[in-house]
């Protein structure tokens, strides 16, 4: 049997982790994709660690049934709450992703770095450890209620939530914004709209992207014969389908 052909599983709460999605299948497009939206379960970025380790275990299980040959958790929050756990556990390769303060702690200058993630990633062990790291001039920026907006898809509640949220940050202190939860990476274009061309807007996607190549060459599970394919999933509705498949379209 060729593990080679097995397909990549990728979850998220939600609807987020397309946006990971899309920079995997541009990165691999010969690769099989299995996504699946926790939504019945979301959000995970306001619950306890112990009860999003809880949500990620019966999604992790429901894709292993699938004899998926990697795992990518495609969220910034299951990634703190889950990551290292699912490391020892399983026996295939798991990538996972964190706020990109990385790359925005080398644009700055003398302003801050506003990191806009779920109030859970935030006062994960994990971030904090980034924080001593790149953390410099960086400030937690918690948005509450966010994911919400953008998985109702109520494009006017997402503009009124960041205005009111950038009011709070004169633009000239700021240098840098990190997209800290897949979620938000939908909402760049209409944040890159808002603030001062000079302000960077980093995510992590693109890394985590060039990640799972890495590792699978790396694992000898490269699949460079195709043909690439994707297929969507949820524990929500199909109306949750819909807008997977909406996101994935559309950017
Ligand atoms: N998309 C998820 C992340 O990257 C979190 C959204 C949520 O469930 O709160 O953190």
Known sequence: MNQKRDPIGVFDSGVGGISTLQEMIRELPEERFIYFGDTANAPYGTKSTEEVIACVRGVVDHLLHQHIKALVIACNT???????????????????????????????????????????????EKFENLMKQYGQGAVKVPCPGLMELVESDDQAGIRRYLEELFNRYPPEKVDAVVLGCTHYVF????????????????????????????????EGLLNDEGP?????????????????RKMLINS
């Open 228 to 244: 690439g394919s994707v297929e969507l999933e949820t524990s929500g509705t199909e109306r949750d389908i819909a807008l997977m």
């Open 78 to 124: 299951a990634t703190g709450a889950a990551a290292a756990t699912l490391r020892q556990q399983l026996s295939i390769p798991v990538i996972g992703m964190e706020p990109a303060l990385k790359p925005a702690s080398k644009i700055r200058k003398n302003g801050s770095v506003l990191v806009l993630a779920t109030p859970l990633t935030l006062h994960q």
């Open 187 to 218: 909402l760049k274009d209409m944040i890159r709209e808002m603030l001062p061309e000079r302000i960077a807007i980093t995510d992590g996607n693109a890394g985590t992207a060039r990640q799972l190549k890495r590792v699978l060459e790396r």
